[in-house]
């Protein structure tokens, strides 16, 4: 199994961050339903205001190779483009377990 935990650090002020965040954290969460090879999917909008980072996720697939099957399905593509516009930093890590 390979986890797959991506952080994001958006522009604007810290409500219209908080806002595209909340969207992208559901749109997200609804994936598990849509894309097979998604077993899992955690995502949450960071509430300590003294960091930085907006929104984490954290994915669960079964091979290495799936994390590009998701990231290239059509419905995970959808969601990414709720941050796209406002996307300062993205940081990834992807590791077998």
Known sequence: MVKHIV???LRGSKEERHTVASRFRDALMEL?????VLQSMEAAVN??????WD???????????D?????RHPAHVEAASIVAPVKEARGCVDYEF
């Open 67 to 71: 994390v590009a099957v998701y990231a």
């Open 55 to 65: 929104v984490v996720l954290t994915a669960v697939v079964p091979t290495m190779a």
């Open 47 to 52: 509430e300590n205001p003294a960091e930085d």
């Open 32 to 36: 598990p339903e849509k894309i097979d």
């Open 7 to 9: 952080m994001f650090k």
